[in-house]
């Protein structure tokens, strides 16, 4: 398979937790600045994490977290994090517990995610806080990292401003039985569908949602129908596409994650 696709489409279509521990490629291999630090979570774990760097005749005064899905890990995304580095975005990539670099974690693959995952998050949330004390900061997750997001969220919403996700997941249960139905896989949620439901419905700050008109897991038609049920009303973009394909947008012009990181960055500008 060529690089770019492997690097596009293969980690994204898994919908099992299944990490990759070798990097494929770091920010210099495409000659971005950046700097590699450990940060150490509240129970222990060393998570290994790269700031990119921001382009300084763009810069924006805001960082991006990524919090990414279940596959890969955070070198699978170095070019759409320099993508968004290029516009102005300070951007903090890091592994989960048991990916990448990062410390060593039993994974349970058929888990949707794990409670330990939104832990790691809180840690790099708070380490950014602390680094980045004068910037707006704000988290893109996709697929499992909507989750881990939400699952997070009570205890991080003081340290950010806002949230974009990509592929959400609303309801555990329904998500398990699309899965089931459509890959013949058995996946398993670490938490009660109702608790996370009810996590996801008090986002009070600013939040994008992306939706592929093809995706028949996280659905467009889910996006649509659960809008009005969040605290703030998030916007919704859907795009022509299946399963976390937003950067490969069908017909975009402006070439591979243009459509997409245009979104993001409107967004982001017009949040006050």
Known sequence: MNKFLFLFFLPLNILA????????????SINWD???????????FDLNTWIYATNPDKEQDKVLIIAYPDAGNMSYFVYHASILANLGFTVVTFDYRGFGKSDDFEIKPNNLFHI???NDLKSIVDFTDKRFKD?????????MGTMVT??????????IDFLIYDAFVYDPIEHIQRIKSLKGKETFSPIDANEYIQKWKVIDIPILIFAGKEDNITTAQDA???KDKFSIKPEVQIYDGGHLMGFQHKGDSMGFGGWYSFQMKRFIE???
């Open 17 to 28: 937790i299944d990490p990759d521990r070798e990097y494929i490629l770091t920010p210099d």
């Open 135 to 143: 910037k707006s900061i704000g988290i893109w997750g996709s697929s």
């Open 34 to 44: 950046y700097k590699e630090l450990l940060v150490t979570t509240a129970d222990g």
């Open 224 to 226: 649509r129908a659960n």
């Open 270 to 272: 017009e949040i006050r």
């Open 116 to 118: 330990e995952f939104s």
């Open 150 to 159: 939400t699952y997070a969220f009570e205890d991080i919403k003081d340290k």
